[in-house]
């Protein structure tokens, strides 16, 4: 698999075990390296399958919390110019919200 362009946003919704992987390790360390890792809560510290298989600190990534928050850990993560990797291991918080944005616009 070769790695996504400098300008991708990837959004990696799967993976949500130690042991599942939806992206090769090498991929992972490359866009660790040259791009910007977001995980959606901590939960992922022990969940994100790919990021751990790849031998990734996940729990020095910054959080969705971080970025909307632009936190220092947001600040010192951020890497102008390379890919976005947002790593979401199913939180049930985003299909609630996902929920109510869909009820909010639905038709009475």
Do not use: N, Y
Not at 20 to 43: K, Q
Not at 97 to 103: E, I, N
């Amino acid at each position: 698999m070769r790695p996504p362009r400098p300008d991708a946003f990837v959004a990696a919704v799967g993976a949500f075990t130690p042991r599942m992987v939806e992206w090769a390790p090498d991929v992972c360390r490359h866009l660790a390296a040259t791009g910007t890792l977001v995980i959606d809560t901590r939960d992922a510290d022990h969940e994100a399958g790919d990021l751990l298989q790849a031998g990734l600190d996940v729990a020095a990534l910054p959080t969705l919390a971080d970025v909307v928050r632009d936190t220092p850990a947001w600040q010192r993560a951020r890497r102008a110019g390379g890919s976005v990797f947002f790593k979401s291991c199913g939180w049930a918080g985003w299909d609630l919200a996902a929920a109510r944005c869909a009820l909010a616009r639905a038709p009475l």
